[in-house]
């Protein structure tokens, strides 16, 4: 892992600024997880904000530290390995919640809410370790199996951050897969104008992180509207339909769509009605259809790991012009959540409940003014991550 990958890491999971806000730690925790030590059934701990998740055993347990409320991971021998502030774990199950209910929703991308929610570049940086790990166990990295290795880069990864955002986003998906699709159907309009509100105002996230890197340029904005109309023409094809899709038929199609939950603008459950195996797939999950769904996570595991190599490449060497896509990408995006369009998706004038339409497109642009300023506040914004990304 880079010294930058590592710095943004520390910044994300242990809390660069350490005020009680973002962490809390007694002294003794602190002194207790800086360096490396011998666990007594001879486990190595790594350093400080990289915890061995094979070295916690018990249940995370709420603790007073510092007269405030903390969750408190313990390693084996009954020692305290981190204490996270219950503040931060709530915000990071809210947002993975966030994340899995875009995902339920067609035209909203998982990646862009995670990039409005600022995990999206820790995120990324994950998946890519992980899949990094998966091939030095098959042997595919160094030319050899290595467990030690795939164990090393895996206690490397946040998980502090992932564990509750994993949580935060399964649960959203299984209760959106049953609650959700109600309320599509019986309130088109204010639910796509909800959203349409949240992605217009989420738009600045990646265009303000392209200023950051040097300014906007002629280069940059011709990439955007490139993007934009690309985004404009996919969401403007007409759903499919696929009735009884066999395993390979699924896994090819998650494979496509599981690209779009790292890919802002572009939903993964809009692709999935393109494919017309959206219906098949929130029939699945509410029946458990184990065939079904195996295959779709086959899919999904090549093609998240094919695909977020190359993201990482691109956002490590060339990140302002990728940011510029970005920024297309959810720009484009929004012709699907025009909240007055037909079931083929043609567009229309707004004629009716456009004022309800228009209070839901101002919650859904308020939500994410809240949830930026709670992320400043909180010191969860990754709009510091330039310090480790080059500029393109």
Not at 148 to 173: D, F, K
Not at 245 to 258: C, D, G, H, K, N
Request: contains cysteine.
């Amino acid at each position: 892992m880079g010294e930058g990958k590592e710095r943004h890491y520390r910044r994300q999971c242990t809390g660069r600024h350490q005020n009680p806000r973002e962490r809390i730690e007694s002294e003794g925790e602190a002194a207790e997880q800086t360096g490396s030590e011998k666990h007594d059934d001879g486990e190595e701990l790594q350093e400080q904000g990289k915890p061995n998740p094979a070295a916690i055993v018990h249940a995370p347990t709420l603790v007073d530290v510092d007269d405030r409320l903390a969750v408190r991971w313990t390693r084996r021998n009954g020692s305290c390995l981190y204490s996270e502030p219950v503040i931060s774990v709530v915000a990071n199950l809210v947002r993975g919640a966030l994340i899995g209910v875009a995902e339920v929703i067609p035209g909203v991308s998982g990646g862009t809410i995670a990039l409005i929610v600022g995990i999206y570049r820790t995120v990324i940086d994950a998946i890519a370790d992980a899949v990094l790990a998966l091939r030095q166990l098959l042997g595919l990295a160094e030319g050899r199996p290595s467990g030690s290795a795939c164990a090393r880069t895996l206690r490397g990864l946040p998980w502090r951050l992932l564990i509750p955002v994993g949580i935060g986003m399964v649960a959203a998906v299984v209760v959106g897969a049953r609650f959700i699709e109600p309320l599509l159907e019986e309130y088109p309009v204010q639910m796509r104008a909800l959203f349409f509100g949240l992605v217009l105002a989420g738009i600045w996230v990646p265009a303000h992180m392209v200023r950051t890197r040097g300014g906007w340029s002629v280069k940059y904005v011709a990439f955007t509207l490139i993007a934009a109309i690309i985004v404009f023409v996919i969401t403007g094809l007409p759903p499919a339909v696929v009735d009884d899709p066999s395993p390979v038929v699924v896994a090819l199609a998650a494979a496509v769509a599981i690209c779009a939950l790292v890919l802002p603008g572009v939903s993964g459950s809009f692709l999935l009605l393109s494919l017309g195996l959206y219906e098949p797939t929130l029939q699945a999950v509410n029946e458990r259809d184990l065939v079904y769904l195996g295959a779709f996570a086959v899919g999904a595991i090549v093609g998240l790991g094919s695909f977020v190599t190359l993201l990482t490449w691109l956002l490590n060497h060339r990140a302002a012009v990728t940011l510029a896509v970005l920024t297309g990408l959810m720009i484009g995006s929004l012709r699907a959540l025009w909240p007055w369009q037909t079931d083929d998706r043609d567009l229309l004038a707004p004629t009716q409940a456009v004022g309800s339409a228009v209070v839901a497109i101002l919650i859904g642009m308020a939500v994410v003014v809240v949830l930026l300023v709670v992320e400043r506040r909180l010191g969860l914004s990754e709009e510091q991550e330039s310090s480790h990304v080059e500029p393109s």
